[in-house]
């Protein structure tokens, strides 16, 4: 836990006063002022690993920051050059399932909008439902469903601070269409076209794997894929002004067959982030030196 906070599920609630601690503390460290975040989903740290000219700042030394408990995130900040782009990278990031509420889940976000940030590109590990993805396919989110947020778990409960963004901000272009289409464009470049599609993020609560009849519930609600991150960011991102582009990785095709003997794990996530780990640097990479900042 953070030796500031210790945020936990009983923690009462969000503040502005937090979130200007934080920043106030990073800005004190660093020495370049990024305009764009990046945050690494589970088995995909290695994007952080490349960014170079770097400095390392641990989650536990950030006041009001919380840890990372889940195999696959580091829980670090790394600041430096990525693709000829100064960049704010989160090795690590924080889950319902961890036991955080959801204000704390969307935190780093807030910080990040602090910190100058306007771009953020999220990725993620998460499970193919379409029966059109294979294994180590890269999906591009165009929209997303959300079950914990049809709950209340939802970033911008409570009053809401104006600072940053209106009571009720629209979700109808979450994922920025320029954003996707330079990534299109990175992917042919980098050669990696092939393994891209454009699809439906479905969230779910986890920390346990989906049944076979959940399964086949979202596959009617038209969710491509399922993963138990990314909403909330995206949401207190969007309601910061943030620009958002994510893309998935398809780690583990979802078993919505009650015949094969087949089961998800984790370790085979890790295992498809380790084996596609390069050409994910490569599109980022690429994504990054085409991109244009204003």
């Known amino acids: 836990m953070s030796r500031a906070l210790g945020l936990t599920t009983s ?3 969000y503040s502005t006063k937090k979130v200007q601690e934080s920043a106030e503390f990073l800005k004190s460290k660093i020495s370049i002022f990024p305009k764009i975040g990046i945050i690494c989903g589970s088995g995909l740290s290695g994007i952080g690993d490349l960014v170079e000219n770097k400095l390392v700042i641990k989650y536990e030394e950030i006041p009001s920051f919380v840890t990372s408990t889940v195999p696959g995130h580091k829980g670090q900040l790394v600041f430096g050059q990525l693709g000829g ?4 990278c989160m090795q690590g990031r924080f889950h319902p399932y961890e036991g ?4 704390v889940v969307g935190f780093p976000l807030r910080v990040m909008k602090l910190l100058g940030i306007e771009i953020v590109l ?16 890269f999906m591009l989110i165009k929209d997303h469903i959300s079950f914990p947020g049809f709950g209340g778990f939802n970033t911008l409960r409570g009053h809401n601070d104006d600072s940053f963004g209106p009571r009720f901000p629209p979700m109808s272009d979450a994922y920025d269409k320029n954003l996707r289409q330079l990534m ?18 479905c969230q779910v609560a986890g920390p346990n794997f989906e049944t076979i009849a959940e399964l086949r519930m979202l596959r009617t609600l038209g969710a491509d894929a399922v993963g ?12 910061c002004g943030i620009r958002v582009v994510a893309c998935s990785l398809v780690t583990n095709k979802c078993v919505l067959d009650y015949d094969t003997g087949l089961a998800p794990n984790h370790e085979e996530v890790l295992q498809t982030g380790k084996e596609r780990a390069q050409a994910m640097q490569l599109l980022v990479t690429c994504f990054l030196r085409k991109l244009s900042l204003s």
């Open 184 to 201: 299109h464009e990175s992917a042919k470049e980098a050669n990696v076209d092939q393994y891209m599609r454009d699809g439906v993020y």
């Open 100 to 103: 955080y509420e959801a204000w």
């Open 85 to 88: 782009k100064d960049v704010m």
């Open 228 to 239: 138990m991150s990314t909403v909330q960011e995206v949401v207190t991102a969007r309601h």
């Open 122 to 137: 999220i990725t993620n590990a998460a499970g193919g439902i379409n029966e059109k993805y294979s294994v180590g396919d």
């Open 11 to 13: 923690n009462t609630g």
